[in-house]
């Protein structure tokens, strides 16, 4: 029997819509359908096939029929969930079968999502980022243990705190401000603030809720420690500023014989600028590699790790000076590769 396709459509998206968010994931999963394929048929992008039909409307526990005279009765207007005449007229045995599976569905189903549930709250609960929930009033709801071992403070002791005085006073009405911009619309926003005793600096993302959404809760924030970060960024710093402060005349090259970094004390022996050495090459300076050159020379460093030998430069002026190279390779995880070149200046008789 061939059944009226915009009927079929009129009560698929019925089902959906009492399924609720989630529920084209549960058809699919249910049923092999591709998600994909699924979404197309939603927004009649395309029809579903016989075979789709039947499966889909077996999912819902309906024979193709009557899922589709759901939609036909939808259409003209009436209520679905009141036409208690579809099963009218099967036999004993069949509503009884049909009842089984339908209690079979919503048991796998139910046993699925605890388990989602329950693993969700394992991932939470064990994070190595904070996470903290907060209520409409501001105050602290939930945390998880990675808030408790930072504030070295048990769980009954943070519930119900105001959410801000885990960070200290001073960054306090700027985080409440902008929390209460995005009050009822929702939103997110992000900031670096140290925690209540200066200790650690976190990397906050605040999200807040809209209204009606977050089962009684405003808002939520997830903390990533900074510290080790900051600490790198510090040492990072201190070397950096050794080295540009350093008077060894000191050079990044790079595989193409690109000058890629140079410190002052190169500027002060060369005479250029540190710009027109940066937008240069190792032959616009060495008269002794020629371009034709450097890709032998750049394997040689490679073989070798650290060499030393003898050469010249060129100045700004022209003029050739005697100078020692130590090289060195400076190799990076993902397989970059920079010449490291010390660089020292030879008495002309040398």
């Not at 119900?160 to 960070?167: F, H, S």
């Not at 540009?244 to 004390?265: C, F, H, K």
């Not at 032959?283 to 073989?303: G, Q, T």
């Amino acid at each position: 029997m061939a059944i009226d396709y915009e009927s079929f459509h009129e009560a698929l998206m019925h089902h959906l819509q009492k399924r609720g968010h989630g529920g084209q994931a549960l058809v699919c999963r249910h049923t092999g359908i591709p998600r994909s394929y699924l979404s197309r048929i939603t927004k009649q992008e395309r029809r579903a096939g016989p075979k789709t039909q039947r499966k889909i409307a077996k999912f819902f526990g309906l024979g193709l029929e009557e899922f589709a005279e759901i939609g036909r009765r939808i259409s003209m207007g009436e209520n679905p969930d009141a036409a208690v005449d579809l099963l009218g007229g099967m036999p004993e045995e069949q509503l009884l079968q049909r009842l089984t599976m339908a209690v079979r569905k919503e048991i796998a189903t139910s046993r699925q999502l605890s388990r989602a549930q329950l693993l969700y709250e394992d991932i939470v609960e064990n994070s190595r980022q904070l996470i903290v929930r907060f209520d409409q009033e501001l105050k602290v709801s939930f945390v998880n243990r990675a808030v408790e071992r930072l504030t070295g403070q048990g769980r009954s002791a943070l519930l119900g705190l105001p959410w801000q005085e885990l960070v200290p006073e001073e960054y306090r009405e700027e985080l409440t401000g902008k929390a209460a911009e995005l009050q009822g619309s929702g939103g997110s926003f992000s900031l670096e603030v140290p925690e209540k005793f200066k200790r650690t600096w976190l990397y906050l993302n605040v999200t807040i809720f809209p209204a009606g959404v977050g089962d009684g809760d405003q808002g939520q924030l997830v903390g990533f420690d900074l510290t080790e970060r900051n600490q790198l960024l510090d040492r990072l710093r201190f070397i950096q500023h050794g080295v540009e402060m350093s008077n060894v005349p000191t050079l990044w090259i790079g595989d193409q014989a690109e000058i890629v970094y140079v410190n002052r004390a190169v500027c002060s022996l060369l005479g250029y600028s540190r710009e027109e050495l940066e937008s240069m090459h190792v032959w616009d300076i060495n008269p002794l590699i020629p371009e034709k050159s450097w890709p032998e020379r750049w394997a040689w460093f490679e073989r070798e790790e650290n060499v030393v030998f003898g050469g010249q430069y060129r100045t700004k002026a022209g003029e050739i000076i005697p100078v020692e190279f130590r090289v060195s390779n400076l190799k990076y995880p993902d397989g970059r590769r920079y010449n490291v070149v010390f660089v020292r200046p030879l008495p002309e008789n040398g």
